[in-house]
């Protein structure tokens, strides 16, 4: 009937600067995260925050991190490829 748009959106992370005026582009019900070694920066519905494999991402994330990082945002401590792999599962539901 129409199109859907992607899931997870991408854009890179380069400074605070940066980091304010891009929280203003998040539409309601999604939620921005960092992923990997070069902190990327992902848009993803919020609904993933419920999934069971979405939900071992985020208890890793508190066992690195605690619930006090200095970034500010919801970091997640596993490579790129593992967090596509498991939003792209997601993607589906």
Do not use: W
Request: with cysteine; aromatic share 10%; hydrophobic share 35%.
């Amino acid at each position: 009937m129409g199109f859907r748009s992607p899931a997870i959106r991408r854009a890179s992370f380069t400074g605070s600067s940066q980091s304010s005026s891009k929280a203003i582009n998040i539409a309601k019900g999604y939620v921005a995260v960092y992923v990997g070694e070069r902190m990327k920066r992902f848009v993803i519905p919020m609904t993933y925050l419920n999934q069971p494999s979405f939900q071992d991402l985020l208890s890793q994330a508190e066992e690195e991190f605690g619930y006090n990082h200095p970034m500010g945002g919801l970091t997640i401590p596993c490579t790129e490829d593992v967090f596509l792999h498991v939003t792209s599962r997601l993607n589906g539901l």
